[in-house]
């Protein structure tokens, strides 16, 4: 499973840095923008220069409304800055074909320029609160698009958590469904530790992370700590030893 998390300027992916050695993806976001809330293309820049080159940086593009064309600009707008994970929040998208013909303009506009680019197309556990496509359509979604990834977050920062909205088997059969298409499966939305085993068990590929590595565990006011970047790395990895363990005695 993959480390992602998501420094909010370039003071904390400097954080991000000094634990490099501990999480897989910096993630670009600007929290007071939204869940998946766009920052400048000059932060992306500065962020892709201020961590180690083997790390790759992801970008946010937005809680996107549904203007393809907008969308794709922005996308391609991320990919120049030098991401090389671009996520789209398909905020906007009331229907499965609004969202597969936002993600189809994201993925010509981001692979034409960089074809070894990784574009995720991400749903909401809370859909049913803002009026987005439902979350379980997301894995169909990303795969008729040509996406690489399909993605749940959390749209409402309000205390509830992922497993509040999908709970655990849900989260399996988005997983399963994303991997028989071929996709990886990311999840994210205020994941807490004891989130982890259960995260391991159903074989999610990336896990997206903010405020269970920020002092006080507050995505808002906290800021990253490496100390709690490394303590939450060190805890993945037991949950995958004992979980590898226990599927080799079986």
């Given at each position: 499973m993959?480390?992602?998390?998501?420094?909010d300027?370039?003071?904390?992916?400097?954080?991000?840095?000094e634990?490099?050695?501990?999480?897989?993806?910096?993630?670009?976001?600007?929290?007071?923008?939204?869940?998946?809330?766009?920052?400048?293309?000059?932060?992306?820049r500065?962020?892709?220069?201020?961590?180690?080159a083997?790390?790759?940086?992801s970008?946010?593009?937005g809680?996107?409304?549904?203007?393809?064309?907008?969308?794709?600009?922005?996308?391609l707008?991320?990919?120049?800055?030098?991401?090389?994970?671009?996520?789209?929040?398909?905020?906007?998208?009331?229907?499965?074909?609004?969202?597969?013909?936002?993600?189809?303009?994201?993925?010509?506009?981001?692979?034409?320029?960089?074809?070894?680019?990784?574009?995720?197309?991400?749903?909401?556990?809370?859909?049913?609160?803002?009026g987005?496509?439902?979350?379980?359509?997301?894995?169909?979604?990303?795969?008729?698009?040509?996406?690489?990834?399909?993605?749940?977050?959390?749209?409402?920062?309000?205390g509830?958590?992922?497993?509040?909205?999908?709970?655990?088997?849900?989260?399996?059969?988005?997983?399963?469904?994303?991997?028989?298409?071929?996709?990886?499966?990311?999840?994210a939305?205020?994941?807490?530790?004891?989130?982890?085993?259960?995260?391991?068990?159903?074989?999610?590929?990336?896990?997206?992370?903010?405020?269970?590595?920020?002092?006080?565990?507050?995505?808002?006011?906290g800021?990253?700590?490496?100390?709690?970047?490394?303590?939450?790395?060190?805890?993945?990895?037991?949950?995958?030893q004992?979980f590898?363990?226990?599927?080799?005695?079986?």
């Open positions: 993959l480390l992602l998390i998501s420094p300027g370039v003071e904390e992916a400097l954080a991000c840095a634990a490099a050695e501990h999480l897989d993806i910096v993630d670009v976001k600007k929290p007071d923008e939204g869940s998946l809330g766009a920052n400048f293309p000059w932060v992306i500065e962020i892709r220069a201020a961590v180690p083997d790390k790759p940086v970008a946010t593009v809680d996107v409304p549904y203007k393809p064309g907008t969308v794709a600009q922005a996308a707008g991320a990919a120049v800055s030098g991401a090389t994970y671009i996520k789209v929040g398909l905020y906007g998208c009331g229907t499965p074909d609004q969202a597969i013909e936002v993600m189809r303009g994201v993925v010509r506009a981001v692979k034409d320029f960089r074809p070894d680019a990784f574009v995720v197309a991400s749903g909401y556990a809370d859909a049913h609160r803002i987005c496509v439902n979350p379980l359509a997301l894995p169909d979604i990303a795969h008729r698009s040509g996406a690489d990834a399909a993605m749940l977050d959390t749209a409402v920062k309000d509830t958590r992922l497993f509040d909205h999908v709970p655990p088997d849900a989260c399996a059969r988005f997983v399963q469904q994303a991997h028989a298409a071929g996709l990886l499966a990311a999840l939305g205020s994941v807490k530790r004891e989130d982890l085993a259960t995260l391991t068990r159903i074989g999610t590929d990336i896990v997206g992370v903010r405020g269970a590595v920020c002092e006080g565990g507050d995505r808002d006011t800021r990253i700590q490496p100390r709690l970047v490394a303590s939450f790395r060190a805890e993945m990895d037991r949950h995958a004992e590898a363990a226990t599927t080799a005695a079986r």
